[in-house]
């Protein structure tokens, strides 16, 4: 084994390094060779001697002072350390910062309390079913869902680089029943119709509601929407802004072409007119960066709705109300699946499409019967 090395930390590209060696077997040979590891970003008030830099490096160094050369065993290591050294970086690296953000939000709320001090190697599988099950006591089961996912895979991340043998929450489950979820909520037709009409004096709100239904585009869609991406007949989706960022789309099959239908035509007409000719954005903010939905709703859209007492069900409420009014119309959910821009049909049938009344299901059969006699 190589000697005992406290790792000399320094900084480089914003963040905090440990520069350290490792005795390696070369060609038949043990050779000393130098490499570094990144620690943390550089962060108001840290340096290279603050407790935080100097602790998150000797918690790294543990894993180093005990490999034997040629074989690297890593030491077990702190699930908070790894979290903080390895999986957020890899996260950061190749997720959106939609999703960045929504696993912060786990992490902190309920993986970080949960894991403690306990490290990877000690974290046993009875340990994750007896949390997840309090979990599903007082939280829905697509939360708890998310929960054991992001679990899964900081633990499955640790077995893919040699961290640990196997993944502990392989086969972690709720022992016993899960809090039924809410019903999702969906705008009708007739719904979108009134609240299009409350927002009379806001043309821009009335063609982002209607986006939102007709074409069912996802809030941060319609943000990311150029007028560019608009020709006479159809309308392009190609961007999205997601946490303050204008990305990519959610997925591959998000990127996609829809037919321009009245209201939404007409809506568009009136908008652009309104709009300078020069304006990139469909919807911009007075700095010409594209507008953030969520502010146009709490600014003019729910006032506008509490005014004239109708209900605000979110933007996302338009989504699932196209979902289910084209199930209603071709009796299958592969429509839906490509307008709402869905991998595949399952995501569209479950939480998409809003439960139509059995009389009314069934009323919508008999019609289907009668048109085929026709």
Not at 82 to 105: A, D, I
Not at 114 to 139: C, D, I, Q, W
Not at 170 to 178: A, E, N
Not at 207 to 234: T, V
Request: charged share 25%.
């Amino acid at each position: 084994m190589g000697r005992y090395q406290r790792g000399y930390i320094y900084e480089a590209f914003g963040a905090f390094h440990v520069r350290y060696r490792l005795e390696e077997i070369v060609d038949g040979k043990l050779v000393r060779k130098q490499h570094s590891k990144r620690l943390c970003t550089k962060r108001k008030g840290l340096t290279t001697s603050s407790k935080p830099v100097r602790r998150l490096c000797d918690e790294f160094m543990a894993t180093i002072n005990t490999q034997v050369p040629g074989q690297p065993e890593p030491a077990d290591i702190p699930i908070t350390s790894f979290w903080e050294l390895t999986y957020w970086p890899f996260v950061v690296e190749n997720l959106k910062p939609s999703t960045q953000w929504g696993y912060k939000q786990v992490w902190n709320q309920h993986l970080k309390p949960h894991f403690g001090n306990m490290t990877l190697r000690e974290y046993r599988t009875p340990t994750g079913s007896v949390f997840l099950t309090a979990l599903s006591k007082k939280f829905a089961r697509r939360t708890v869902q998310t929960v054991r996912s992001l679990a899964s895979g900081i633990f499955s991340h640790a077995v893919n680089l040699g961290a640990i043998e196997s993944n502990p929450w392989h086969d972690v489950k709720v022992l016993g029943k899960t809090k039924t979820p809410a019903a999702t909520k969906h705008y009708t037709l007739e719904e979108i119709e009134n609240v299009i009409s409350a927002l009379v004096d806001h043309v821009d709100c009335q063609l982002i509601m209607a986006l939102s239904y007709f074409l069912g585009l996802r809030k941060g869609e319609i943000s990311g929407l150029q007028w560019g991406d608009i020709d006479d007949e159809w309308l392009h989706v190609r961007r999205a802004l997601s946490r303050g960022k204008v990305d990519t789309t959610k997925t591959e099959k998000s990127n996609r072409s829809l037919p321009l239908i009245q209201p939404v035509k007409g809506l568009l007409m009136l908008w652009r007119a309104k709009c300078e000719g020069e304006q990139v954005w469909v919807f911009q903010n007075e700095r010409g960066n594209p507008l953030s939905m969520d502010y146009v709703a709490v600014k003019t859209i729910r006032p506008a709705l509490a005014n004239a007492k109708l209900e605000w069900k979110a933007f996302h409420a338009g989504r699932r109300g196209l979902g289910t009014v084209l199930r209603q119309i071709t009796g299958n959910s592969t429509a839906g699946r490509d307008v709402l821009g869905h991998e595949d049909e399952r995501l569209t049938k479950d939480h998409y499409e809003g439960k139509l009344p059995e009389v009314a299901l069934g009323a919508m059969k008999l019609l289907e019967a009668k048109a085929l006699k026709s």
